[in-house]
């Protein structure tokens, strides 16, 4: 089993920024991929960004001028730097961290964000 923590969110004005952080410990894999979702009220659970262990992202297009995901070299903690948040990015954001043999996704509790206009 993996755990995931976690932290970072809150309340924001439209316009501001938020820097999540996400933690995985216990039965962690050397080939992993950690990233972040999102699930906006009323809507699917939507990809935010991903990072494999050797650093390479994948960003979802249209939030890749705002939002930017790393990772600690080396560690299983993933971060979503989040810039000009809007009214729209307002969801729970929860943390992914995926094993490839065999595959396997954990999902952190998730953790609110809600910006205000």
């Known amino acids: 089993q993996v755990q995931l923590v976690e932290s970072g969110g809150g309340l924001v004005p439209a316009g501001g920024s938020l820097r999540l952080s996400c933690v995985a410990s216990?039965?962690?894999?050397?080939?992993?991929?950690m990233g972040w979702f999102r699930q906006a009220p009323g809507k699917q659970r939507e990809l935010v960004a991903t990072?494999?262990?050797?650093?390479?992202?994948n960003e979802r297009p249209s939030m890749k001028d705002r939002f930017a995901i790393s990772r600690d070299s080396g560690k299983d903690i993933v971060y979503l730097q989040m810039n000009g948040l809007t009214v729209e990015d307002t969801g729970v954001y929860y943390c992914?961290?995926?094993?490839?043999?065999?595959?396997?996704?954990?999902w952190g509790q998730g953790t609110p964000v809600t910006v205000s206009s």
């Open positions: 990072i494999d262990n050797a650093g390479r992202a």
């Open positions: 992914n961290y995926r094993t490839y043999k065999p595959i396997i996704d954990y």
């Open positions: 216990g039965s962690t894999l050397s080939t992993n991929r």
